[in-house]
């Protein structure tokens, strides 16, 4: 090929490239969106045992995507995802796992409460199907934490003065109390975004 040929041929792969960058530059880029990812093992301060405790999220906001009366749009804090639970009870040498699905999602810098409708549970523990349950996650690099809406916490009294547990809403779950002992969980925070506009 002589030099004018190759020059064409340079001339052609310099304009492809330029194409290419002004397309790139020219398509909107994706709103990032709050998220909360990762799976670890847990103790809980005022119970310590030889049970393995274990969380595993994979959660995702998605902004006004679930219609509720009041709210046509959906809310700020709708989100998407699954939730895992283990927990290994030595005692009985078994494991308990439940899975759900999340319905909500709120952050802020390092931290998340995220809440999820159970899906499927083991035996011991098949009441919860159907039942929202609440967490909390903060992510602090070596010494991140969870919280969990129930054992000792989301507790009612009633009007006969019994104490029992009360159903979690969305998004509501105490301070992550409980320090993580193997794994790792990552939040991402967004903040959250204004209604679209009708």
């Known amino acids: 090929m002589n030099l004018m040929g190759k020059l064409a041929v340079l001339a052609v792969v310099g304009a492809t490239a330029v194409a290419g960058i002004t397309t790139a530059q020219a398509e909107p880029a994706k709103a990032k969106v709050a998220r909360v990812s990762g799976a670890a093992d847990f103790m809980l301060p005022f119970h310590p045992d030889d049970d393995v405790r274990h969380f595993a999220f994979d959660a995702t906001a998605t902004p006004y995507t679930r219609p509720i009366p009041g709210a046509p749009q959906g809310l700020p804090t709708d989100a998407r995802g699954t939730v895992e639970i283990s927990h290994y009870v030595a005692a009985l040498k078994q494991t308990i796992r439940a899975e759900g699905t999340v319905d909500c999602l709120v952050t802020a810098p390092g931290t998340a409460t995220?809440?999820?409708?159970?899906?499927?549970?083991?035996?011991?523990?098949?009441d919860w199907v159907g039942q929202r349950l609440g967490f909390s996650v903060q992510d602090n690099g070596r010494h991140d934490r969870?919280?969990?809406?129930?054992?000792?916490?989301?507790?009612n009294q009633n009007p006969q003065g019994e104490w029992e547990e009360s159903p979690v809403g969305t998004c509501m779950a105490p301070a992550p109390f409980a320090p993580v002992t193997k794994g790792d969980y990552k939040v991402r925070h967004v903040e959250l975004p204004e209604a679209p506009k009708a």
């Open 146 to 155: 969870v919280g969990l809406s129930w054992t000792v916490v989301n507790l």
């Open 114 to 126: 995220l809440t999820a409708k159970i899906t499927r549970a083991d035996e011991p523990i098949q």
